[in-house]
């Protein structure tokens, strides 16, 4: 029987109803989660029968504020907040696949070990304020990729601290914004590469901020824009891959060092949380 998480999962999602793949993924890991969606799309998302009766529904249809996910993202850290959690996991709603990064082979995982192991490395620290999983595509096989960087962004599943005194704000790359902020405060955040999130290429799909945010930009030139206007000392706007892009320098962090919190100990050897590796046949393998 698998055990639980120390943390709720929220997984923010609009007009994608029968296209909300994070769900169908957290099921298959046996993660429990709440998808929040607007008034306007709960009967939707009900009749997917990977959502189901999982939804939590916000006050109003946040959308129609022109501000993508931010007002969404802020209602749920109060919503956890008032639950008394300490922290929170927010997905994004097109992760297609959960994997984990073993000896420089990627394996997908069927069991929510890796949340856990995810949750208990940064409760080792009392000074992170953001953790959570590397994309698959970053995390490459051919590249020697250590268990986890520190202080970098942490995108799309992230393990929230709840007492930041920062919310999401703007309309565009705030996780890379909140993730600046959380640096420049002097605390750490962690990214894991042990374990993975395979997200779909942003736009890729309908739905979500695609059609709201993304079609109406210039390449996305005012996305590299609008954050190097927030953090000009780190960030500055450059075109590649026919696109824009905004080049963050995340070296000022260096000095920012892991603190272990009081009375935590940790023992020897592997624990490896029950996760063992079975053979699905000749051209793949599951951890469960």
């Given at each position: 029987m698998a055990k639980e998480l120390r943390y709720p999962v929220y997984v923010?999602?609009?007009?994608?109803?029968?296209s909300c793949i994070t769900v169908r993924s957290l099921r298959k890991c046996n993660v429990p989660f709440k998808v929040v969606v607007e008034p306007s799309e709960v009967d939707a998302y009900r009749r997917n029968q990977w959502v189901g009766s999982d939804v939590l529904v916000l006050p109003l249809d946040f959308s129609e504020r022109g501000c993508g996910s931010i007002p969404v993202r802020n209602w749920v850290w109060n919503h956890s907040l008032a639950r008394g959690d300490e922290r929170h996991w927010i997905l994004d709603d097109?992760?297609?696949?959960?994997n984990r990064l073993?000896?420089?082979?990627?394996?997908r995982v069927r069991t929510n070990a890796t949340f856990r192991a995810c949750e208990d490395f940064t409760d080792r620290?009392?000074?992170?304020?953001?953790?959570g999983m590397n994309?698959?595509?970053?995390?490459?096989?051919?590249?020697?990729?250590?268990?986890?960087?520190?202080?970098?962004?942490i995108y799309s599943c992230i393990l929230v601290n709840n007492s930041l005194e920062f919310r999401w704000r703007g309309r565009f790359n705030e996780d890379t914004d909140l993730s600046l902020r959380v640096l420049k405060s002097?605390?750490?955040?962690?990214?894991f590469n042990a374990f993975l999130c395979g997200k779909v290429t942003t736009m890729r799909m309908d739905g979500g901020n695609t059609?709201?945010?993304y079609e109406k930009t210039n390449d996305r030139k005012e996305f590299a824009e609008s954050l190097a206007e927030q953090h000009p000392d780190v960030v500055r706007v450059t075109r590649k891959f026919n696109r824009w892009h905004h080049q963050v320098d995340y070296s000022s962090f260096k000095e920012n060092k892991l603190t272990r919190s009081e009375g935590v100990s940790v023992g020897s050897g592997i624990d490896n949380y029950e996760m063992v590796l079975v053979d699905r046949g000749k051209h793949y393998k599951e951890v469960m």
């Open positions: 923010i999602s609009k007009g994608r109803p029968s097109n992760i297609e696949d959960f073993n000896k420089n082979t990627k394996f620290f009392s000074n992170v304020g953001l953790s994309y698959y595509s970053f995390a490459k096989a051919t590249d020697p990729v250590p268990p986890f960087y520190t202080n970098t962004r002097g605390l750490c955040t962690i990214l059609n709201d945010l």
